[in-house]
């Protein structure tokens, strides 16, 4: 050590070692200079503690004294090359070095070259760097990123794979050599290929952590070309070079699959629902004379069926019965329910039963099923009289829109849902203008859980106002509705029901005749019977009208009491003639003896007329029948209704 301060090393050129020594010992990292012989001629206190030599043992002694055996032989041919082509050579310049301590410990090193230049001829500086730390934590890393379950894809900032585990080789069908270096891209199917730069760009620019099942459908591309479903989770990586960007890939094919069988197989059962649920609620059959339109929509959420139902039902003699209902609950046990109630009001509307008394028998229905709440409203319209019988059981308010165009409430008294028990349903007879809109309507269209039901009634309201004053069409103006109440029709968490109909004016062939409770009404009525169907042209119907009418108006005056009117009614197809007195007791058909003058009424109207019914009225009880009119008939519709003279006509 003091002879190479003063003198040169026996064997060596002579190398001045203090203007260096400053320089040598305040690097970092361990300093061997070497001459282009490769023999060592400077060292630093920290090659003596890196390499485990005193300094006096590697001075003068070839370079290859610290270099592994095992690369010993390919060593001075590298040297001499680098001495040929002689360039700075920085560190981590992606070669696998090791250097060897004096106890024959290998480690791994990083190496930086500096060519230097002296009066004596070449030197090469070497400053030599222990990485076994690091090389240690990259195994680790390495370890984890084997030992992860999904592959793992390491790329930089410009989409270079840069470090890929066998994961990813199994999944994709690369060899890892195939991978490292190429755009990741190579891993994407060639029709996302245009625009994955750019999302990838957008990754990188606002790095953050994206979980898997992020809500993305991506898929992989295998090397033999089969696409595959995957989910990817991505984190960025902050290093000395850059942003690197993690893909943990999982293959989701599994999964996608059995995902598309459950889905299948819930859409089979919803669609089994879903019938089974409009079988039940049945499909109301279109009425002539009144414009109606409605919508239903089962909940898209859930099970998908639920117990809303509505109905329109001809009454005769021109009455129509609307029904509105809905099954608190949700499944098939509130569809079953619905298609009970449903059957029974309709059978129970047929009947001519008044809005409170049909209430009533439905209150009793559904009392005895255990657990349910039905809300119901039932109304029934008089187009003659333009009169409306309603009865509400708890349900939502029915708006009307009149022909100038103001939407309000109908002011009828709600009670308590069906099911309650013991609670009276009152009804409320109302005057409606002709070409007057009812909307009448179930929760799931106004009711949503972050906003009050009264605002949305009255947001119903303005849309019914704004769509029947843009249009006349019901059909166009449900669709308005449904579009501003209902921003994303297909995520319905309720079912939704609307009905909308249009009050129709009174008919102008309609005639109306008060005759007393006596005898001589009956042939007064015959001949006011003859008369009007003469100015209707409707001579062929005259015989069978004429004694169907004498039978309902031989038992009004036998067994009943005035009030007693005959009323006429003409629509496109059908004559209708109704007699009403002032008894509640309905007649019903019983078999007369052989020998009996009497009891045959009610068979002949079976045997003669298209239709017959009875109603309950507000004075007693209306009888009627329908007969088709005749096609020549038919055809003079339009002189008839043209003609104001048939609506006056009448004994009174």
């Known amino acids: 050590m003091e002879q190479a301060e003063d003198s040169t090393h026996p064997g060596t050129n002579s190398v001045p070692e203090e203007p260096f020594r400053a320089l040598l010992e305040a690097a970092p990292d361990a300093m061997v200079i070497v001459d282009d012989d490769g023999v060592i001629r400077l060292v630093n206190a920290q090659t003596e503690t890196l390499f485990g030599y005193p300094r006096d043992e590697l001075l003068g002694r070839p370079v290859e004294v610290l270099v592994p055996q095992r690369f010993r032989e390919q060593h001075p041919r590298h040297r001499l090359s680098y001495s040929a082509n002689q360039q700075v050579r920085p560190m981590g310049a992606n070669l696998e070095l090791y250097g060897l301590r004096r106890d024959g410990a290998e480690f791994p090193v990083e190496i930086s070259l500096s060519p230097l230049q002296t009066p004596d001829g070449l030197l090469i500086s070497a400053a030599v760097r222990d990485v076994s730390e690091r090389k240690a934590a990259e195994a680790r890393f390495r370890a984890l990123l084997e030992a992860a379950p999904d592959a793992i894809v390491i790329v930089d900032d410009c989409g270079t794979i840069q470090l890929v585990n066998a994961q990813t080789e199994a999944l994709f069908g690369y060899q890892r050599e195939e991978l490292l270096g190429h755009r990741v891209e190579i891993l994407v199917p060639q029709r996302f290929h245009h625009y994955h730069p750019s999302h990838r760009s957008g990754y990188v620019d606002n790095r953050r952590v994206r979980p898997m099942g992020a809500g993305l459908d991506l898929y992989g591309l295998r090397k033999d070309g089969v696409e595959f479903p995957v989910e990817i989770s991505l984190s960025p990586l902050e290093t000395p070079d850059g942003t690197l960007v993690s893909a943990a890939i999982r293959d989701v094919s599994e999964r996608k699959a059995a995902e598309a069988q459950l889905a299948e197989l819930y859409e089979q059962q919803r669609h089994v629902a879903l019938t089974l649920q409009r079988s039940l609620m049945g499909s109301p059959a279109p009425l002539p004379a009144m414009d109606t339109s409605s919508r239903y929509f089962p909940a898209r959420q859930g099970p998908g069926v639920g117990g809303d139902w509505f109905d329109l039902i001809a009454l005769g003699g021109g009455r129509v019965g609307v029904l ?30 008044p809005p409170w008394q049909l209430m009533r028998a439905l209150d009793a229905v559904v009392s005895e099923l255990p657990d349910q709440l039905v809300t119901c409203c039932y109304l029934i319209l008089d187009p003659d009289d333009s009169a409306l019988t309603v009865c509400s059981a708890g349900h939502l308010p029915v708006l009307l829109v009149y022909p100038a165009g103001q939407v309000s409430r109908l002011p009828v008294p709600v009670s308590v849902p069906l099911g309650v028990g013991e609670v009276p349903h009152q009804e409320s007879r109302l005057t409606v203008p002709p070409a007057s809109v009812l909307a009448l309507y179930t929760d799931g269209l106004v009711e949503t859980p972050t906003s009050d039901i009264e605002e949305q009634i009255d947001a119903l309201a303005i849309a019914l106002e704004k769509a029947t004053a843009e249009t006349p069409c019901l059909e166009t103006a449900a669709d308005s509705i449904l579009a501003a109440l209902l921003p994303v029709p297909q995520d319905y968490a309720d079912d939704v029901t609307l009905l909308l109909a249009r009050i129709p004016p009174a008919p102008v062939t309609a005639v109306s005749a008060r005759l007393p409770a006596q005898p001589v009404s009956v042939g007064d009525g015959r001949r006011f019977l003859h008369r009007a169907l003469q100015e209707w042209a409707c001579d062929d119907l005259t015989d069978t009208a004429c004694l169907l009418a004498s039978e309902l108006l031989t038992n009004s005056v036998r067994h009943a009491c005035d009030p007693l009117r005959l009323r006429l009614r003409r629509t496109r197809d059908e004559l209708h003639v109704e007699v009403c007195d002032g008894s509640p007791v309905l007649p019903h058909a019983r078999a007369a003896a052989p020998d009996e003058e009497s009891g045959r009424g009610l068979a002949l109207l079976d045997q003669l007329a298209a239709t017959w019914g009875t109603l309950p009225t507000q ?34």
């Open 324 to 353: 509105m209902g809905d099954v608190m609950g949700r499944g098939l046990e509130a569809a079953a329910v619905m298609g009970q109630l449903r059957s029974a009001s309709h059978a129970l509307a047929k009947t001519g039963m």
């Open 619 to 652: 004075e007693g009880k209306a009888v009627w029948f329908s007969l088709p009119l005749p096609t020549s008939a038919q055809l003079k519709q339009g002189d008839l209704t043209a003609n104001p003279k048939t609506r006056k006509s009448g004994l009174t």
